[in-house]
């Protein structure tokens, strides 16, 4: 009994480093400068990576990788914000391995950078104000700043193809999508904005925004100038931006000028505004996607 104790023992003290490692933070040990900075998985090339952000910030990102050298089309995908503003700080860089997997299937580097204010002490650009007057423009250009900045470093790149530069971005990191398609970036060929908006249920509540009239007007502000290709992807059950709203909003940013394809999904478990998220949401989306990447690519 007590070799078995003790052998028992042993294996529990040589599991707990690997536990440990395979939960460690990949960035935390390496210097804070745009790079490569390890492996995380070998499967689909995944790795971790910092990347500039707006003002002179750098932050942390997931890359995934196709085989060989490249030079890759690139994906930078752009997350969420939490429903709570006390789960910022806690934001981990975010995986969408289901979405990275399909992109590098079709040849592109993912690029998932975590945003200023997520997830890391310091101020959040992000934020919009007071509910009642909200300044939804503000917020989607400092998110813009972020993405943006990510994109103009990575056609630097060798391993990149600077003119293949694919924006994709869901809820706040839509509206950011949608932002930055405002500023025509150098080398962004086409944006796909999943679910985008803010001011989502407010109070808890579902179809119940900040102030949709507001939300309206920021993306016709967004439309004016932008002559990059975009696509709008909502679901029939997303309660954070109900249909109607999310019509008006991809009208407003087309009577503006801008170029989208507004398209409305089938209803997708009890709650749309996760599709994009999950591995069997991907189901709905990669069909309009591939169709409007043949005809953008």
């Known amino acids: 009994m007590n070799r078995l104790l003790s052998a028992l023992a042993i294996v529990c003290l040589l599991a707990v480093p690997a536990t440990a490692s395979a939960q460690s933070d990949p960035w935390a040990k390496a210097e804070r400068k745009p790079g490569f900075v390890q492996v995380i998985s070998t499967k689909f090339n995944e790795e971790a990576w910092y990347v500039p952000g707006g ?21 930078i995908i752009n997350h969420g914000s939490p429903a709570k ?62 993405i943006v900045a990510v994109a ?41 904005n999943v679910a985008g908006g803010r001011g989502g249920h407010q109070g808890g509540n579902e179809n119940e925004n900040c102030s949709p009239d507001r939300l309206v007007t920021a993306m016709r502000t967004f439309g004016s100038g932008a002559k990059v290709p975009s696509l709008w992807l909502y679901t029939k059950n997303d309660t954070f931006f109900e249909p109607a709203l999310s019509q008006r909003m991809a009208e407003a940013y087309r009577s503006a000028g801008g170029r989208s394809e507004y398209v409305l999904l089938p209803a997708y478990k009890k709650e749309g505004h996760e599709m994009f998220g999950q591995a069997d949401g991907r189901m709905l989306w990669t069909g309009p996607v591939a169709e409007f990447l043949k005809k953008v690519e």
């Open 55 to 75: 003002f002179g910030a750098v932050l942390k990102a997931r890359v995934f990788r196709p085989a060989g050298a490249g030079p890759y089309k690139v994906a």
């Open 85 to 146: 503003a006390s789960d910022r700080p806690t934001m981990t860089v975010p995986a969408y391995r289901a979405a990275a997997e399909w992109f590098v299937g079709r040849g592109y580097m993912v690029v998932i950078p975590l945003r200023r204010g997520y997830g890391e002490s310091g101020s959040w650009p992000e934020d919009y104000g007071s509910c009642a007057r909200p300044d939804f423009v503000a917020a989607g250009k400092a998110g813009a700043d972020d």
């Open 152 to 192: 103009a470093y990575l056609r630097t790149l060798k391993t990149v193809q600077s003119n293949r530069i694919l924006l994709v971005g869901q809820s706040a990191g839509g509206f950011g999508v949608v932002a930055a398609t405002s500023r025509n970036p150098d080398g962004v060929f086409a944006a796909i």
